[in-house]
């Protein structure tokens, strides 16, 4: 009986959870994306979804998080462009361009961290409970930033123009930075503090996404020119065989089957569709100003 009722929960999620945001704990990690726009994220189940419709397993909603402060909630998040899980699929940390940055827990949406970051572009979790975001153009930005996530303190902060992207690279230790012409890597002081130990100029200009490949050894990075695959050990910038390169792509991760998932704009910034690679998908999120697509477990 119990079995039962567990298959037509499945189905009723089946058919139902593109406009439900009904939970699905069944479905593999590596077929679930994350998709982020407007004031939502979604967890989407990729396998199942078709070219017509998306099936959403979960959905956070800032203008409902009511334990973020009102003026955050109606104001902060409406432009949200990144988001990340971490801590075994768990918990999930999001920025928004309007002007914050947070993390939750994923079972019960409960807030766990704010900040008020200037035109945020994307975050990252660094060991010693530590949140790393990318503050973009603005009169208060263009910075990198590293919060202590208990005490919620700024811990750091460097000068960096146009920063966008943010990954900690734990082969080596350390975090990467993007800015507008250049790819940054930096490492931990004994006081707390982190040292700029390597400067990279990128291939082209406006850098807008970084991610780390599966194998720890290289990072996918774009900006307004194209997609491009950087060799860490080798520090060499090439182009990524057989990517469909576009301009301004604004998300590129790949997975340990070698499919990648990406964003391509339609309009100004923003896309209705989330794109595959290896192979070819398409999901559609009409109505939605798309930013950015992650794999729930690159």
Same mark, same amino acid.
């Given at each position: 009986? #119990?079995?039962?009722?567990?298959?037509?929960?499945?189905?009723?999620?089946?058919?139902?959870?593109?406009?439900?945001?009904?939970?699905?704990?069944?479905?593999?990690?590596?077929?679930?994306?994350?998709?982020?726009?407007?004031?939502?994220?979604?967890?989407?189940?990729?396998?199942? =979804?078709?070219?017509?419709?998306?099936?959403?397993?979960?959905?956070?909603?800032?203008?409902?998080?009511?334990?973020?402060?009102?003026?955050? #909630?109606?104001?902060?998040?409406?432009?949200?462009?990144?988001?990340?899980?971490?801590?075994?699929?768990? #918990?999930?940390?999001? =920025?928004?361009?309007?002007?914050?940055?947070?993390?939750?827990?994923?079972?019960?949406?409960?807030?766990?961290?704010?900040?008020?970051?200037?035109?945020?572009?994307?975050?990252?979790?660094?060991?010693?409970?530590?949140?790393?975001?990318?503050?973009?153009?603005?009169?208060?930005?263009?910075?990198?930033?590293?919060?202590?996530?208990?005490?919620?303190?700024?811990?750091?902060?460097? =000068?960096?123009?146009?920063?966008?992207?943010?990954?900690?690279?734990?082969?080596?230790?350390?975090?990467?930075?993007?800015?507008?012409?250049?790819?940054?890597?930096?490492?931990?002081?004994?006081?707390?503090?982190?040292?700029?130990?390597?400067?990279?100029?990128?291939?082209?200009?406006?850098?807008?996404?970084?991610?780390?490949?599966?194998?720890?050894?290289?990072?996918?990075?774009?900006?307004?020119?194209?997609?491009?695959?950087?060799?860490?050990?080798?520090?060499?910038?090439?182009?990524?065989?057989?990517?469909?390169?576009?301009?301004?792509?604004?998300?590129?991760?790949?997975?340990?089957?070698?499919?990648?998932?990406?964003?391509?704009?339609?309009?100004?910034?923003?896309?209705?569709?989330? =794109?595959?690679?290896?192979?070819?998908?398409?999901?559609?999120?009409?109505?939605?100003?798309?930013?950015?697509? #992650?794999?729930?477990?690159?």
């Amino acid at each position: 009986m #119990r079995n039962r009722v567990l298959f037509l929960l499945f189905a009723v999620c089946a058919v139902f959870s593109v406009w439900t945001g009904c939970t699905d704990l069944t479905v593999s990690s590596e077929e679930k994306i994350l998709v982020c726009g407007d004031h939502f994220v979604y967890i989407v189940d990729a396998k199942r =979804s078709t070219a017509d419709s998306a099936v959403i397993l979960w959905e956070w909603n800032a203008h409902e998080a009511m334990d973020l402060p009102e003026s955050m #909630r109606a104001r902060n998040f409406n432009s949200i462009d990144d988001c990340k899980v971490f801590d075994n699929g768990n #918990r999930m940390m999001i =920025s928004s361009s309007s002007g914050a940055v947070t993390i939750l827990a994923i079972d019960s949406k409960q807030v766990q961290f704010y900040a008020e970051v200037p035109n945020a572009h994307s975050i990252e979790i660094l060991p010693g409970n530590r949140l790393a975001a990318a503050a973009s153009t603005h009169q208060m930005g263009n910075k990198l930033l590293v919060f202590d996530i208990e005490n919620k303190d700024l811990l750091f902060e460097d =000068s960096l123009y146009s920063a966008h992207g943010v990954v900690w690279d734990p082969k080596r230790n350390g975090l990467y930075a993007l800015g507008y012409d250049v790819l940054r890597f930096y490492t931990d002081q004994d006081n707390g503090q982190m040292n700029l130990d390597r400067e990279w100029a990128i291939p082209g200009e406006s850098g807008h996404d970084l991610s780390l490949t599966p194998d720890g050894n290289h990072l996918l990075l774009t900006e307004h020119t194209g997609a491009w695959i950087f060799d860490i050990e080798r520090e060499s910038f090439g182009k990524i065989d057989g990517f469909p390169d576009a301009e301004n792509i604004k998300s590129l991760v790949l997975n340990q089957k070698g499919q990648y998932v990406y964003t391509e704009p339609e309009e100004s910034w923003w896309t209705y569709h989330v =794109s595959f690679h290896n192979p070819a998908q398409k999901i559609p999120f009409p109505g939605m100003k798309v930013y950015k697509a #992650r794999w729930f477990a690159p």
